[in-house]
C-alpha cells in the first residue's frame, strides 16, 4: 500500500466549510429541539448592594411562562467558590448586569416581555469602578493569568536609569476592551429525567445535557459538574460549531450556570438562552483597562540598560482575574536589568477575562510604542535598535531559543513593505494626508498544554475515524487535526473523518492559549502512531486505539519556546479631521511549522484586524455614577468594519520547531494582534509628529 505524507502544509480548504456556508452546520441556539422552552434573564440595575425584594406576579401572568427563578427559589449549588458561577445564590449584587433571575417561557417573546416586567428593589450599597494608577488599595495579586510570577526584578533598574544615556518614561493606557464573537455565547440546557433529591440535591440518574457555544466542551463539563455537585459523566457537553470565540469561550460563564438553573424549571425540556449583544458586556468577561509605566534606560548606541514594565488593572470585586500585562517584557529584549510588576483594583465591575493574547496584547502596545519613542531618542531606525537589543538567550530563563527569528522577521518585513521609505515624522504629506510607516515587534509563547487523548478507529473501506474532544471555534481546527491525522496514519486526507466538540469525545484541553493544535495534535499523532503499531498498515474493520497526549515535553524545559512577529503598518492621516486610515498592514511571522498555509493565513489577518480595531476603535465606557458599560452594543463599542481593513497582508517563515512537539509547530492563535496597535500608533508618530499614547487613537487626539 501506498504510505502518503502529504496533508500538513497543504492549504486545506475546512472540512465543515460546506456544512457552515449551506447553513447545515447547527450552531448551539438554531439546533432544532423537540418541545424547547426559552429563558431570558433579569439583570441588576445597581452596581453593588442587596436586592430587597423581587416582585414577579405581573411576569408570572404573562401568556407563555412557565417559570420566574429568583435567588429565593433557585436550587442550591454544590460548590459556590467562584463567584462568578454562583449564580442566583444570594441576594448581593457585585456588578451592574448581573443576574438576578430568569424567565422562563413558551417562546423567546413571551420570556423576554416577562422579564422586563420582573419588579426587583435593591439597598444600594457605594459602588466604585473607576481605575486610577494612584488610588488606595492596589494589591498585588498572588499571581496573574497563566500562573506567571506577578513581579520580577532583575539586576539594578534605578540605577540603570541613572546612568542610562538616553531614557524614556512614559504611560501607556488601554481602555477596557470587549470580546464580540460573531455568535454570541448560547447554552441549551436539558435535565433529564431531571428528578430532583430532598433537600435540593440531584437524584442519582440525573443527567445533564447542554448544547454550549464554548471553546471547551471538557472544561464546561467538568465545571459544570462540580458547580451542580454531579459526578462528570452524568454531564455531556456538546458544541460542534462555533462562533468565534477569542477567550470570551475559553471557560463557562454566569450564563451557562443560568441555562441549568432555568432548565430545572420544566425537566426534560430543552431551555435555549442565547445572550444578547447588550449582555454580552456584562456577563461574557472583557479585557481590562490598563494603565502602564514603561520605563527604557539606553546607552547613546540604543542598547538598552534597563525595561521596567509596571501595571496597574482591575479585576472585579467578586473574582479576581489578573491579566498578565508586563509579562512579555520579561523576555523580549536583552537589557541586564529588568523590573515588572503588576497592581489591581478590585472593583464593582463585571469579571474580566481571556480576550486574544491576554497580557500580550495590551502590554506590547506599550512596549513596542517605548521602543519607538526611544528609537527616535537615539536617533536609531526602530528596526536596527530592536536587532540591537535582540538577546542571545532568553534574558528570564538564561535558557536558549528553540528558534528566535524576529530579527529576520524585521528584515524581511522591511524589504517587502518599503520601510526605506519611510520620512521623518511629519513630512510626508500627500493631498491633504499625512503618510507614515510604523512597525512594532510581537511575540507570542508556546503552549502545550496535557491532558488531551484521541482514539482512532478503522471503519473499513480505507476510512478511518478519529475521535478527540476539541473545539473548532471558527480556527479550522477541525481541517488541521483532520490533516494531522492523515499524515499520521500515512493514508489520504479524505480517508479520514474527525469528530470533534463533545465531552462524549476523549478528553481535551481548552482552545485557548494558541494551543489547539500543538496539544490536540501531539494526541493525535499519538493515537495515529498507537493505531499502525498495534494493527499495521492493514487494520481490521473496527480496530481502535487510543493514546493520551504525552505528558513529557523535555524540549520545553530545556528552550525558550516563543514565536515572533513583525507587525508593519501604513497610516493615513487626515490634515484637516485627523481621521486615521490604514492603506496596508503586514505581519512576518515566526511560529514554528505551519499545518495550514490557508486557515493560519486567516488566523494571522484576524488577528491583526483585531489589532487594527484595537488602535483606533475599541473603548467600553463605563458611567462611574452606575457601574454601567454605556456604549454595550456594536453600534456605539466600535470595531473595525469591512471598510477600514484594506489591504491585511501576513506571511510567515518557512520553518520547524524540532523542540515543539511532534508538529513542530508552535501555535498562531493569538500572535497577529500582538504589536499590531502598537505598530499603527507607531505609523501615527510617523504619519502626523504626535505620539498617542492612550488607545485608542481618536481624530480628536489628533487634532489636539
Ligand atoms: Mo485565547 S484569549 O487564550 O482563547
New binding site residues.
Partial sequence: MTVWREAVGTPAARVEGPAKVTGRAGYTYDRPMTDPAYAYPVQATIARGRVTSIDSTAAAGVEGVLAVVTHRDAARLADTGDAELAVLQSDEVGFRGQFVGVVVAETPQAARYAAGLVRVEYEQWPHDTELRADRPGLYAPEQVNGGFVTDTDEGDVDAALEAAAVTVDRVYTTPMEFNNPMEPHASVAVWDPGEWAPGGGFAEDARLTLFDST?GPHVVRSTLAQVFGLPPERVRVISPYVGG???SK?MPHAHNVLAVLAARAVPGRPVKLALTRQQMFALAGHRTPTIQRVRLGAGADGRLTAVAHEVVEHTSAIKEFAEQTAVGARMMYAAPNRRTSHRLAALDVPVPS?????GEAPGFFALEVAMDELAQACGLDPIELRARNDPEVDPESGRPWSGRHLVRCLREGAARFGWAERTAPGTRLVGRELVGLGVAASTYPYYRFPGSRAVVEYEGGGRYTVRIGAADIGTGAWTALTQIAADALGCRLRAVRVEIGDSDLPAAT?????SGTTSWGSAVVAACRAFRHVYGEQPPAGAEAGADMPDDDPDAERFAMHSFGAQFAEVRVDADTGEVRVPRMLGVFSVGRVVNPRTARSQFIGGMTMGLSMALHERGVLDHRTGHVINHDLAEYHIATHADVVDVDAVWLDEEDVHAGPLGARGI??IGIVGAAAAIANAVHNAAGVRVRDLPITPDVLLR
Avoid at 354 to 358: G, K, L, Q, T, V
Avoid at 510 to 514: C, P
Fill in positions: 471553546q470565540g477569542f477567550g475559553g481571556w480576550m486574544r493574547a491576554p481548552v482552545a485557548g492559549g494558541s492563535g493569538e
